[in-house]
């Protein structure tokens, strides 16, 4: 089998038709242009071309030996569904122009026609099968890149989420996903949509903390012209855009409660209002949402509209922090070195055992996505070939940098290359672990002492003592 993508291969094209002469000179003319060229004088032999070799483009004239032109094309397009066909009138009539398009012919030509005539047509062709094959080649890549084989681990705990995601991504069902900042929310939310039957359709994403609400509410639902000061042309909104494929709503309890409820309208009637219009659209979308709150906990912080999240949390999926599957550190790491290997153009590097010891010790408050920016940044310092050992690690992630007990703390606790609000969770996340821990060690694990100096509620302690996996360390 070639390796040769499809992209890369040449546009072929069958001409049909029982004038010798004209076969000859169409065959000539477009193989000067560089197209695989097939020639056929009879309708029955061309559909055993058709179905050897599955042509891109079918010339063929209207009244053939053998059987009717338009016969021949309810075949092709029966048994190839995207080769274009093109129709040869030998004489230009409207009806039987509209006929063949009715049936499926992509354009038609009337003899006598040009060289140039033919060359354009043609070109027009196979500019779209090549469009075609692009888009084809950007879904596999989609595809490969957000396959599961990507939701890289070996853990039970990831691989709860793997069993889950692989069961609900070919069904309509609402998915709830909830993680921490880091955890690859949205890979599993694309990873649901390419293995569903919506793959084909778009897939549409926001993040309902990056916009102020009436920005978010424009942004969802489009907006008519006029709707607002600089609302200068009609705009289709992300719901509208998305139909027919998977909408993605990212941080959903950061959205104001008046939204949540226009949100909850939308899901149960299927339909939206453009901000300042007065018709409604039809919308077709499978939701799948996250945050990177406890959504129970959501609720009753008053941040997230409980019959809302009755309507999304259909199927609830919630990702582990990285330091809770610390034994698929070593594999994520080897995963990311080889993209960025790849992609940095840094052939046969290797990690050492006692790097991988030492990225498996760290905690990674910022999760996967930390750990990528580590790699990344270990890549980019390295020679190709080069064995990485404990001198390329990071300081923060070393005992001398922070990563051990008794350590200095680490200084760089955010990623600025990462989006604000990210960012900001990330460095919540470190404080308000560490102040636990820090708070816990002087009470020697005693709760209710750790509150009343905190100035904070017991349940409150409780919360984050299962959040961030610490209750082996306290008692009552």
Same mark, same amino acid.
Do not use: W
């Given at each position: 089998m070639s390796d040769t993508p499809d992209n890369a291969l040449p546009v072929s094209v069958l001409i049909v038709d029982d004038e010798e002469l004209l076969v000859k000179s169409c065959g000539q003319i477009l193989s000067s242009e560089g197209?695989?060229?097939?020639?056929?004088?009879? #309708?029955?032999?061309?559909?055993?071309?058709?179905? @050897?070799?599955?042509?891109?483009?079918?010339?063929?004239?209207? /009244?053939?030996?053998?059987m009717d032109g338009l016969a021949l094309l309810k075949e092709i397009k029966k048994l190839a569904p995207e080769t274009l066909v093109v129709m040869i009138t030998g004489f230009a009539t409207v009806d039987s122009s509209v006929e063949a398009i009715r049936a499926g012919a992509y354009d038609y030509i009337p003899k006598p026609f040009t060289a140039t005539q033919l060359r354009i047509l043609i070109g027009r062709a196979a500019q779209q099968v090549r469009l075609v094959r692009d888009n084809a080649q950007l879904r596999d890549q989609l595809k490969r890149h957000y396959s599961f084989e990507n939701i890289v681990g070996t853990s039970d705990a990831i691989q709860k989420v793997f069993s889950v995601v692989s069961r609900v991504a070919p069904t309509d069902a609402s998915v709830f996903i909830s993680g921490e900042s880091g955890t690859g929310k949205e890979l599993i939310a694309r990873a649901i949509h390419t293995n569903s039957r919506r793959s084909a359709r778009p897939f549409m994403a926001i993040n309902c903390a990056a916009l102020p609400d009436h920005l978010l509410e424009s942004e969802l639902f489009g907006h008519e012209k006029g709707a607002f000061t600089g609302a200068d042309v009609?705009?289709?909104?992300?719901?509208?855009?998305?139909?027919?494929?998977?909408?993605? /709503?990212?941080?959903?309890? &950061?959205?104001? /409660?008046?939204?949540q409820a226009k949100l909850l309208r939308v899901i149960q009637e299927r339909r939206i209002r453009r901000v300042g219009g007065e018709s409604e659209i039809s919308i077709d979308v499978r939701w799948v949402s996250a945050t990177n709150r406890d959504p129970d906990q959501a609720v009753r912080d008053g941040v997230l509209r409980q019959d809302l999240l009755y309507r999304l949390n259909v199927v609830p999926i919630r990702l582990p922090a990285l330091r809770q @599957?610390?034994?698929?550190?070593?594999?994520?790491?080897?995963?990311?070195?080889?993209?960025?290997?790849? &992609?940095?153009?840094?052939?046969?590097?290797?990690?050492?055992?006692?790097?991988?010891?030492?990225?498996?010790?760290?905690?990674?408050?910022?999760?996967?996505?930390?750990?990528?920016?580590?790699? &990344?940044?270990?890549?980019?310092?390295?020679?190709?070939?080069?064995?990485?050992g404990l001198e390329e690690m990071p300081e923060e992630l070393s005992?001398?940098?922070?990563?051990?007990?008794?350590?200095?703390?680490?200084?760089?606790?955010?990623?600025?290359?990462?989006?604000?609000?990210?960012?900001?969770?990330?460095?919540?996340?470190?404080?308000?672990?560490?102040?636990?821990?820090?708070?816990?060690?002087?009470?020697? #694990?005693?709760i209710s002492q750790a509150a009343r100096t905190a100035g904070i509620d017991r349940k409150t302690i409780h919360r984050m003592l299962s959040k961030y996996n610490l209750e082996s360390r306290v008692r009552e």
């Open positions: 197209y695989a060229v097939y020639s056929e004088g009879r #309708g029955r032999n061309a559909m055993e071309v058709v179905r @050897r070799h599955h042509p891109d483009v079918v010339l063929t004239d209207l /009244m053939l030996p053998d009609q705009r289709r909104g992300l719901l509208e855009v998305a139909s027919g494929g998977t909408f993605f /709503m990212d941080e959903i309890s &950061e959205m104001s /409660m008046e939204l @599957r610390k034994e698929d550190i070593p594999a994520l790491a080897q995963h990311f070195l080889r993209r960025f290997a790849q &992609e940095y153009g840094r052939d046969n590097l290797r990690f050492s055992a006692e790097a991988l010891r030492e990225l498996s010790e760290y905690d990674f408050p910022g999760n996967v996505r930390e750990l990528q920016n580590v790699v &990344e940044r270990i890549v980019s310092m390295c020679l190709p070939g080069q064995e990485i005992q001398r940098g922070g990563g051990g007990a008794g350590g200095v703390r680490p200084m760089n606790i955010f990623n600025a290359d990462q989006p604000f609000h990210h960012a900001k969770t990330d460095a919540i996340t470190v404080f308000e672990k560490e102040y636990l821990q820090d708070l816990l060690k002087r009470h020697n #694990g005693n």
